[in-house]
């Protein structure tokens, strides 16, 4: 009897086992979430819609994008941490949800390495020095003039406060001694319409849609903080061309799941990803926009974060910035 019972047992535990492996073997099944912790229209919003159509296509599942806007990308951060760890729901990040805000925020409700596993990092992601049009200068050296002659007159939007958009500029006084004020947004979008419409005179944005607004003169790219020159601003001097020795400052996007998020879901994923980033078509078009397509699959990728915390946080520390 006792043969038998075991016999059940351990009938029950491979059945079980079965079905767990046929499970992982059927994923997805049915529609994969991308949460995005900004709201629609930036330049993150731009890049998921570049990538959703053809993953679509690889994953045969529909992809949805919902927008969870707020504390500088943590809302969409934290209800990503609390969600299933089943490869159903994903988060698209750019640096400053993922390295800057650990070390800016004193109660963050995520930790980047702990709460998330690396599924791909998708871009490279340098940005564009703008100003308002009607703003007298056509260089950088003479927006330092400009500024410098009126301390506290030039006003700088941003996405949030702590976020790469806060910090390009940050560093950008603090090599060039200039008092601007900051005024933080609830994201890009709302930032980049205040500086079409001359509420704040310069920002740092991502060159994406920096170059699309420059182009139809709604704004003016002064420089780009890469250390060369993009092939979507190809006569937009970088800010070391332009005087500022040593200024190079790239941000990057890429995607996360759930911690303990099976390694076959997030392998699957992480494939996918690979095989739309190959595609010439989406290479082509995240370099006219301004990206450069630095595909990085999970572990590459989860190294790539560790190494980028500890650099940010001294930028954040620098910067003096703090969110309670």
């Keep these: ?39 629609a229209g930036g330049p993150l919003d731009q890049h998921a819609r570049l990538l959703t159509d053809k993953l679509q296509s690889v994953l045969g599942q529909p992809i949805i994008v919902d927008y969870k806007p707020g504390a500088g990308g943590s809302v969409g951060a934290e ?40 599924i791909a990092r998708t871009a490279m992601q340098p940005l564009a020095l703008l100003v308002n049009p ?18 506290g007159q030039i006003n700088y939007g941003s996405a949030g406060n702590g976020g790469i958009s806060h910090l390009v500029p940050e560093m950008f006084k603090t090599a060039t001694g200039l008092f601007m004020v900051h005024i933080p947004y609830r994201g890009s979008a709302p930032a980049f319409t205040d500086l079409m419409a001359g509420q704040v005179q310069f920002m740092a944005e991502s060159i994406p849609q920096a170059a699309n607004y420059h182009k139809q003169g709604k704004v003016k790219a002064l420089a780009v903080t890469s250390g060369a020159r993009n092939p979507a601003l190809p006569d937009t ?42 595609l010439p078509d989406v290479r082509n078009r995240m370099i006219t926009q301004g990206a450069d397509p630095a595909f990085l699959g999970r572990d590459d990728f989860a190294k790539f974060l560790a190494a980028e915390m500890p650099k940010w946080a001294k930028a954040v520390q620098a910067s003096g910035a703090m969110v309670d």
């Design 237 to 278: 001097p970088t800010v070391i061309e332009s005087g500022i020795k040593g200024f190079e400052v790239v941000g990057f996007y890429g995607f996360l799941a759930p911690a303990n998020t099976p390694p076959d879901v997030s392998a699957k994923l992480s494939d996918a990803f690979k095989q739309v980033m190959a």
């Design 134 to 151: 009607k703003v007298p200068v056509n260089n950088l050296q003479e927006l330092v003039e400009y500024a410098r002659a009126r301390p």
């Design 1 to 39: 009897m006792k043969t038998l019972k075991t016999l059940r047992i351990l009938s029950l535990g491979c059945l079980a086992a079965l079905s767990l492996n046929l499970a992982h073997a059927a994923f997805p099944d049915k529609p994969i979430k991308i949460v995005m912790g900004f709201p």
């Design 79 to 118: 209800t990503v941490a609390k969600s299933p760890a089943d490869g159903y729901t994903l988060m698209l990040a750019n640096t400053g949800v993922m390295v800057i805000n650990p070390a800016l925020y004193g109660k963050l409700p995520y930790q980047t390495l702990r709460d998330f596993v690396p």
